[in-house]
């Protein structure tokens, strides 16, 4: 799971890849690099691009953001403070009070077989550097798949978990950063439902897609988590995998 602590400067790495989407309208994506930091004052990033032509983001426009250090995720929201165009194209972004903070990897999965049902809560928009005259440019392959119809949620098999996220044998592809709604079904127990979590990988595998996902506990009922975490903890110490 995620927890909220200050932005030390350490993790603010020059060079570190920074995503951007708008709060405030539709939600315009960018990718852009930590130049670096005042801490408790501001952050400097490289203004956006597309096509070699740099994108201004509007002062005082708000934008959820996160970047990957020291192996964590780190996510806060921040205000365009300002822009300028010399001697580079750069942004200059409000300083985070506090951010979240979701480790990678550092917590131990554990092999289960978890039947799971998830339905679209938000499906991503290709973002504004993947179009071009409305459309979109990249490669066939590196587009989103189309999302899953409501009345049809998607089944699948959990077949790893962990306090940050669980990984799901699924028929279907499922686009980065589109956020499910997930219900468990436990053998000889009700199921856990509504943990909402957010798609961070999809990759092929023979008959379907091994698809990686992150809880997002805030948007998640506290029973249903709570339980989800006692399973957790439990699953270590019984002889037998679900």
Same mark, same amino acid.
Request: hydrophobic share 40%; charged share 20%.
């Given at each position: 799971?995620?927890?909220?602590?200050?932005?030390?400067? =350490?993790?603010?790495?020059?060079? *570190?890849? #920074?995503?951007?989407?708008?709060?405030?309208?539709?939600?315009?994506?960018?990718?852009?690099?930590? #130049?670096?930091?005042?801490? $408790?004052?501001?952050?400097?990033?490289?203004?956006?691009?597309?096509? $070699?032509?740099?994108?201004?983001?509007? =002062?005082?426009?708000?934008?959820?953001?996160?970047?990957?250090?020291?192996?964590?995720?780190?996510? +806060?929201?921040?205000?365009?403070?300002?822009?300028?165009?010399?001697?580079?194209?750069?942004? *200059?972004?409000?300083? !985070?009070? =506090?951010?979240?903070? &979701?480790?990678?990897?550092?917590?131990?999965?554990?092999? @289960?077989?978890? !039947? @799971?049902?998830?339905?679209?809560?938000?499906?991503?928009?290709?973002?504004?550097?993947?179009?071009?005259?409305?459309?979109?440019?990249?490669?066939?392959?590196?587009?989103?798949?189309?999302?899953?119809?409501?009345?049809?949620?998607?089944?699948?098999?959990?077949?790893?978990?962990?306090?940050?996220? +669980?990984?799901?044998?699924?028929?279907?592809?499922? &686009? &980065?950063?589109?956020?499910?709604?997930?219900? +468990?079904?436990? !053998?000889?127990?009700?199921?856990?439902?509504?943990?909402? &979590?957010?798609?961070?990988?999809?990759?092929?595998?023979?008959?379907?897609? +091994? #698809?990686?996902?992150?809880?997002?506990?805030?948007?998640?009922?506290?029973?249903?988590?709570?339980?989800?975490?006692?399973?957790?903890?439990?699953?270590?110490?019984?002889?037998?995998?679900?």
């Amino acid at each position: 799971m995620s927890e909220r602590k200050p932005l030390l400067p =350490d993790v603010l790495v020059a060079g *570190t890849t #920074i995503r951007l989407v708008a709060l405030e309208t539709t939600k315009v994506k960018w990718s852009t690099m930590l #130049i670096g930091a005042r801490p $408790g004052r501001y952050l400097v990033v490289e203004m956006p691009h597309v096509n $070699g032509v740099h994108m201004k983001l509007d =002062d005082g426009t708000h934008w959820s953001a996160n970047f990957i250090s020291r192996g964590a995720v780190y996510s +806060f929201n921040t205000e365009v403070l300002g822009a300028t165009f010399r001697p580079a194209p750069l942004l *200059t972004l409000s300083y !985070p009070e =506090d951010v979240e903070v &979701a480790m990678l990897r550092m917590v131990k999965r554990y092999p @289960v077989n978890i !039947p @799971v049902v998830s339905k679209v809560v938000h499906w991503p928009k290709p973002s504004a550097e993947q179009l071009e005259d409305g459309e979109p440019h990249e490669p066939p392959h590196h587009r989103a798949p189309p999302p899953p119809k409501p009345e049809a949620p998607v089944k699948a098999l959990v077949v790893d978990i962990s306090e940050g996220g +669980f990984l799901m044998a699924c028929p279907q592809a499922l &686009a &980065a950063d589109a956020i499910m709604e997930n219900n +468990f079904y436990l !053998p000889r127990e009700e199921p856990v439902s509504g943990i909402q &979590a957010v798609v961070r990988a999809c990759r092929g595998k023979p008959g379907g897609y +091994f #698809i990686g996902l992150a809880y997002i506990p805030s948007n998640s009922p506290p029973e249903p988590l709570a339980r989800l975490n006692e399973l957790i903890t439990s699953i270590e110490n019984m002889p037998l995998r679900l």
